[in-house]
């Protein structure tokens, strides 16, 4: 089942930002959150405001974990894990866990840059990070009865363990 109809959002860097800083905006182009990278964190934190500036939801990486992990909280509660699972060659693969059975799965390629996240097998979200563009921007549809926070929370893990694992490669990484 592909995502019909939802809510649109595009997730966008901001270009002179201090930190990994990104505005979400809706179908109309219109701000509705602020995420803010925490420049001190250590790409560990992001935290999501409304168009208030109230924090509404963060991500954040647990620091001691066999596997990039990162939880969301929604309105300080906890709402996911962001789990990276382990030898998937040419895919990625996270398995979102959110209370109760009802668990959810992104996967995407690496190549293509193209997720979809499947509740019980069927799609109810679709991401897709274009390259073309001087900053990273992922365009993010919703299914209709789906939290977008808990969705773009998603997103976020997504950058936040991809991010790290560039850094990870990168020559003369000592630690």
């Known amino acids: 089942m592909k995502v019909q109809n939802g809510l649109m959002f595009v997730i966008k860097e901001r270009f002179f930002a201090i930190g990994d800083d990104f505005d979400v905006l809706d179908e109309h182009g219109d701000k509705v959150y602020h995420v803010d990278g925490k420049v001190f964190s250590v790409r560990g934190r992001v935290v999501i405001e409304d168009a208030a500036g109230d924090e509404v939801a963060s991500v954040h990486r647990h620091l001691i974990a066999l596997r990039p992990t990162y ?8 709402a996911a894990e962001v789990r990276k699972k382990l030898f998937t060659p040419f895919r990625d693969k996270f398995t979102i866990d959110v209370p109760g059975p009802e668990d959810l799965e992104m996967k995407g390629d690496l190549l293509d840059h193209e997720y979809v ?20 921007t992922y365009a993010v549809k919703v299914a209709d009865g789906v939290d977008p926070l808990l969705i773009i929370g998603s997103v976020l893990a997504l950058d936040l363990a991809l991010d790290r694992e560039a850094k990870d490669r990168e020559p003369g990484k000592d630690d």
Do not use: H, P, Y
């Open 71 to 78: 939880e969301i909280r929604i309105g300080g509660e906890k």
């Open 117 to 136: 996240i499947e509740q019980a097998g069927d799609e109810v979200a679709s991401v897709s990070k274009r390259w073309l563009t001087i900053r990273d």
